[in-house]
C-alpha cells in the first residue's frame, strides 16, 4: 500500500479515528524531531567545550612566538 492509498483509506475512517492515526502518527515524529535537536544541541555544546579546553590558560602564557622561532617555512 502506498502513501496516496493510505490517505485514501484514511478518508473513509470517522473523524475520530483519523485522529487517532494522526497521533499515532505524530508521536514517532515528534519523539525522533526532539531527539535529533538534542544530539545536535549535544554535539554544540561538546564543541564549545572542547574549544574552552582546549585554549584555556592561553591567555596567561606569556611566551610570544615570531618569525624567527619557526623551524621550517612552507610557501
Do not use: C, H, I
Not at 25 to 48: H, I, L, N
Request: glycine share 6%; net charge negative.
Amino acid at each position: 500500500m502506498n502513501l496516496a492509498e493510505m490517505l485514501e483509506k484514511l478518508k473513509t475512517l470517522p473523524e475520530d479515528k483519523q485522529a487517532e492515526v494522526v497521533d499515532y502518527v505524530e508521536f514517532p515524529a515528534d519523539r525522533f524531531g526532539r531527539r535529533r535537536s538534542v544530539d545536535d544541541w549535544a554535539r554544540q555544546q561538546f564543541e564549545d567545550y572542547s574549544l574552552t579546553e582546549a585554549l584555556r590558560g592561553m591567555e596567561d602564557d606569556p611566551t610570544v612566538y615570531g618569525d624567527g622561532d619557526l623551524r621550517e617555512r612552507w610557501s
